[in-house]
């Protein structure tokens, strides 16, 4: 899961919804937009060592590229 912040560009959500998460520019774009306007959007569902990844994926490329941009890694509940 993506969260928004006030500081990160919308155009490096994009990128990195397209680096990490595999999305077209289209897909990132309306996204991008979700998690701007909703607060979040789940990007993806992984098993739990693939999207521990993709957290620590995420969060570093961020603050190498000194963005505040969080990403956050949420189970989903057996139903």
């Given at each position: 899961?993506?969260?928004?912040?006030?500081?990160?560009?919308?155009?490096?959500?994009?990128?990195?919804?397209?680096?990490?998460?595999?999305?077209?520019?289209?897909?990132?774009?309306?996204?991008?937009l979700k998690i701007h306007f909703?607060?979040?959007?789940?990007?993806?569902?992984?098993?739990?060592?693939?999207?521990?990844?993709?957290?620590?994926?995420v969060i570093d490329f961020s603050?190498k590229n000194e963005q505040p941009?969080?990403?956050?890694?949420?189970?989903?509940?057996?139903?």
């Open positions: 899961i993506l969260l928004n912040d006030d500081y990160t560009t919308m155009e490096f959500v994009v990128e990195v919804l397209m680096r990490f998460f595999g999305k077209t520019t289209e897909a990132a774009h309306a996204l991008m909703e607060g979040e959007a789940v990007c993806g569902v992984y098993s739990h060592d693939v999207a521990q990844t993709k957290v620590s994926q603050r941009l969080m990403c956050i890694l949420r189970e989903i509940e057996d139903t």
